[in-house]
């Protein structure tokens, strides 16, 4: 079957292409406003960048092909059972089908070569405007129909096999991106701090009591790319923060409380959120002690406790009884309009004591939360019951508050909830 040869995947390197931009991006981190990089957080900065340099994968979507029939002159000319024997060009009635394959994905990618090679170049047109792989076969009219299906077949999975060799080069390249920026920007701020005598963050001065142990985490068995915050008018300043190691800390001492209540349910089940909250100010104040004061994690209101500098919360940690997807999403939007460092920490606590399907809640909480207008992104937390979650300021979308959430189950069945122990 002959047709005008439109060879795909033959124009460029894909491998070579890809660490070209993948050293582009890298670059790129220099080119942000010196305001601009301080002010936003390295998770948002690496996200940028990423989506700025993302490449949708083609995918073809067989399911959605179409046909199309023509009848045509086919040129047999040197073919030994059309020879006329004058030498001249001889050509035969025939037919055409003309298939139609939608795809998605960066149609350049079409023209990129990866790491697979075939003995037999691929051909077709590219319909970018439509979106359109078309193949166009041609044969002459006694030729069976199953000739024409074997060869569609043929190229398809050729092109197949070629769009998976180059998704696994993406993948590859969408993997080790973020990485690499995480390292150029840290590597700059280094930088900065060393030329202008800046520090990124101030560590609230929190003092570990004598004589208590550290903390350890206790197992339990139970795109268009999103724009950058405007730097602060203002220019950047260098603001107070708690700092990873301390807030893992914190949360720790969190989760220890939050499992020992579930442990004695019918101890802490009179209590409310008040009661609760009491609970683990003691158990975070037991550990931690402030400049000035013995209590450096304070009460305000009636359910949350936090961590102050200059009137402005580096932590905030919120204590709510479970009432369903209204009441955490409320819980939230208070938490998230509380005037607050650029880069907060915060916890919200959640103590479930009317629901006897605990896994409902627990699946309400990890669909309600992303869908809150101020998520900007979720991460792993590697333990069930607990997520966690990147929102902006209610107060401020250039600020940004980490919020770890936690569910505790303090359910008890009347029946035990009568007895006395």
Not at 290 to 310: L, S, W
Request: net charge neutral; hydrophobic share 35%.
């Amino acid at each position: 079957m002959r047709g005008r040869p439109n060879y795909l995947f033959n124009e460029g390197d894909l491998d070579a292409t890809l660490r070209a931009q993948r050293q582009q991006a890298v670059e790129s981190v220099k080119s942000i406003s010196r305001d601009q990089f301080l002010a936003t957080a390295v998770d948002t900065l690496v996200e940028h960048i990423v989506d700025k340099n993302t490449i949708e994968p083609l995918v073809l979507h067989e399911d959605q092909m179409r046909m199309d029939h023509a009848e045509t002159r086919i040129d047999v000319t040197g073919r030994f059972e059309y020879d006329m024997g004058d030498g001249g060009r001889v050509t035969t009635a025939g037919h055409q089908l003309t298939f139609y394959i939608p795809f998605s994905g960066d149609p350049q990618l079409w023209k990129m070569r990866p790491n697979l090679w075939f003995s037999v170049m691929t051909s077709g047109e590219i319909d970018s405007r439509n979106s359109r792989l078309v193949i166009t076969l041609a044969n002459t009219s006694n030729t069976e129909a199953e000739a024409y299906k074997r060869e569609l077949n043929s190229q398809l999975d050729s092109i197949k096999q070629l769009i998976a060799a180059q998704s696994q080069l993406l993948q590859q390249y969408r993997a080790q991106l973020p990485a690499d920026l995480k390292t150029a920007i840290n590597r700059r701020r280094q930088e900065v701090e060393k030329l202008q005598g800046l520090v990124a963050t101030f560590d609230i001065p929190l003092v570990r009591k004598d004589g208590m142990p550290d903390f350890k985490p206790i197992e339990v068995s139970r795109k268009v790319p999103r724009p950058l915050p405007r730097p602060p008018a203002e220019g950047y300043r260098p603001e107070p923060a708690v700092n990873e190691s301390l807030y893992e800390d914190i949360l720790s001492i969190i989760r220890h409380a939050g499992i020992s209540f579930e442990g004695n349910p019918q101890t802490y089940l009179p209590l409310g959120e008040e009661g609760l909250r009491d609970n683990l100010l003691s158990h975070l104040n037991a550990v931690f002690e402030g400049r000035a004061t013995g209590e450096t994690f304070r009460k305000y209101g009636k359910t949350d406790i936090r961590i102050e500098e200059e009137t402005r919360s580096a932590f905030i940690g919120e204590c709510k009884l479970w009432g369903g997807e209204k009441v955490v999403l409320e819980a939230l939007t208070q938490l998230l309009g509380y005037l607050t460092w650029r880069d907060c920490k915060a916890a919200l606590v959640l103590f479930n004591k009317d629901v006897a399907g605990f896994t409902g809640v627990q699946e309400t909480i990890a669909r309600v939360l992303p869908g809150h207008p101020n998520f900007i992104r979720e991460k792993t937390t590697g333990r069930v019951g607990e997520w966690r979650f990147v929102f902006k300021s209610g107060e401020d979308p250039s600020r940004e508050v980490t919020v770890h959430v936690f569910a505790f189950n303090l359910y008890v069945t009347p029946a035990r909830a009568g007895k006395k122990r």
